[in-house]
């Protein structure tokens, strides 16, 4: 089984929405990172917005600042999925998104992508004008 399936992505009209789903399996259930990352055409891969949970600290997440306000990352346990909700979308907005996964603690820096061992296949989302 893939450890980590996107979903969600497609065609939007800038000022749309959508929300992208990243359904975890076997090892990556038990994740105490889970993040989205994003890679546009002729750049590098760029983080987009993660979600930390433990016992001491709950629910923690963190934004790139472009997508502040815009976007919201959220899971749900019992469906062992996590979801990147996307508001007011626009063209620069589009790339390849890519869940993430980190199995082997917490994480130094949740923005950087060497700190995931799981990742997706990616999910397209292309964003007109």
């Known amino acids: 089984q893939v450890p980590l399936v996107e979903s969600g992505g497609g065609l939007v009209q800038a000022g749309g929405s959508l929300r992208l789903s990243c359904a975890a399996s076997?090892?990556?259930?038990?994740?105490?990172?889970m993040g989205w990352f994003r890679q546009a055409p002729g750049k590098e891969r760029e983080f987009v917005a993660a979600?930390?949970?433990?016992?001491?600290?709950?629910?923690?997440?963190y934004y790139e600042d472009s997508v502040k306000g815009r976007f919201t990352i959220s899971s749900d346990n019992a469906k062992n999925t996590v979801y990147l909700q996307m508001n007011s979308l626009k063209p620069e907005d589009t790339a390849i998104y890519y869940c993430?996964?980190?199995?082997?603690?917490?994480?130094?820096?949740?923005?950087?992508?060497?700190?995931?061992?799981?990742w997706g296949q990616g999910t397209h989302v292309t964003v007109s004008s």
């Open positions: 993430a996964a980190r199995t082997t603690g917490q994480a130094t820096d949740v923005m950087k992508d060497m700190e995931y061992n799981y």
């Open positions: 076997g090892r990556t259930k038990t994740s105490s990172v």
């Open positions: 979600i930390v949970w433990n016992s001491w600290l709950g629910h923690l997440t």
